[in-house]
């Protein structure tokens, strides 16, 4: 993803003067095209987040475009404060990309896992949260969060993971992208768990469960008439994103259900990671496996739900 | 537009009391806080800034930043007295919903460029608006006012090591240096001297003044004209908590008091605007 982000974020500053990226002493050779399309607009703002996102308000509220690039964990635990008044007060149009979300820096241990980080987020009032699910659907999330007129946090994985879409998508703020129709299941992906949701969903297909796929990449605004209708059509809805149980897109799910779940028929299971550290040595898979969040495991569970 | 520094210490002394009056009515407190980095403020808007009340949001506008949001009253009056906005806005200070809170909002009243008051986030923000001067090619300045105890916050010193990487002679800092924070003195709490020689060590040019000597903070601040600059600048004031009333300076108890009907008098008194 991290790859497709420099070409898009290069292609959109060749089409805009406005546009100026940051980044927090990382993506060595990421954005050479970039400096070199724009020399004048790329700042390597050093491992000095606060810094950085403070400076990112300032241009913004001089009339610039500021996207702000580096690792999840780095961009928002680190610096709440500046991204709640600087760019949540102050609602200045800046576009924060964590990179490495969720568990795709599993083996580097908790320091770099980012899996509160949208939980934290989601609170600041008018800061959307976007997790789009592949590559395709990053290129056409960047064009939305930049025509947003707030600030954005964008969260991306690394690099290498399959696509799903196969043709270009129309991302839109608070709509989901409805990747395979369901029945009686419908698992909503978040981020980088798309194609493990379509595993998912091949299985209990498999299975003569039809279970149909969604993109939530907008976790933040919700699309609550997806989640209106999947609910009331559905027997069992389930969440899946790397991050924790509490306070992303299973939280969100619950929050509405319980709010607006009038009508509902379905079920909610939240698939996400457990509310504790993850303290072994482990790669992204596994790390993956010891939170459920495998095709097989998630699979087995909403067939078992199913049943009971 | 020019003053003498006699008319700019006139200037300051009814800020001075507008500020005292402010708090006495509004009950509100950094009353010592305000009144030490009012010489800063009249020296930056009556003869630094080219800035036109009468054209607030002009993108050439040179820019202010008063990164110790909690000295807000002061920077009210001054926009006020230079015609920025309406009295009625700061007669109504601090009353419920009134636009000018104990702390800046964003956007509250006209010349107000960014809501602070939790410190280490102007310095960072007034990087930012000289960046992007430079990538817009526009020629204004971008002037920063921190408090010493606001100097503790690790943040100031990254936006000052990236504000020197990225030669930004454009920008300008004066640290309002009165030598006392919420709870104690500054260099009691944190080892802050030599302060000059740290924004020195930084990649600053640097210099001290008396913050209450209008020629000094002139002869330091005309530095920044100085075209082709490389290096951000930064004065470092050396201010009394409370200046300009007897019993109020260096007295750290005035950082939350409130001054009684009397007290506001006799600071008039003191002041000359009695």
Redesign the interface.
Known sequence: MRNAFAAEITKLAAERDDL?LLSGDIGNRLFDKFKEIAP??F?N??V?E???????????????R?VCYTIASFLTYRVI??IR??LG???QRVLLVGTGAGLSYASLGATHHSVEDMGMLRLIPGLAVLAPGDAVELRSAISAALDYEGPVYLRIGKKGEPVVHQNPVDFQMGRALRVREGGRVWILALGNMLPVAMQASDILESRGISTGVASMGSLKPLDEALLREVFAGADLVATAEEHSVLGGLGTAAAEWLAREGRGAKARLLTFGTPDEFLHQTTHQLSARAWAGLDAETMAASIERSLQV | MSFSNDQLERIAAGLRGEVIGLSHRAKTPHLGSSLSCIDLLVAAYWGFLRTDPADPGN?DRD?LVLSKGHAAPALYTALCARGFFPRHLLEEYGHDGAALAEQPA?GCAPGV???TG?L??G??????????????KRDYRTLVILSDGECNE??VW??A??AA??KLGSLTVMVDYNKWQATGRSNEVMALDPLREKWESFGWESYEVDGHDHAEIRAALACAEIPGREKPLAIVAHTVKGRGVSFMEDDNNWHYRIPTAEELVAARVELGLE
């Open positions: 100026v004048g607009r700042f703002c050093g000095a606060a810094g950085m996102i403070g400076v990112a308000a300032g241009m913004a509220a001089c009339g610039l500021p404060e500046q008044l600087d007060y102050h609602h | 993108p820019r964003p460029e960014w809501a939790s280490g986030h310095l960072a923000v007034g990087v930012g608006c000289a960046l992007a001067a430079r990538v817009q690790g943040s990254e936006a090591l990236f990487a990225q």
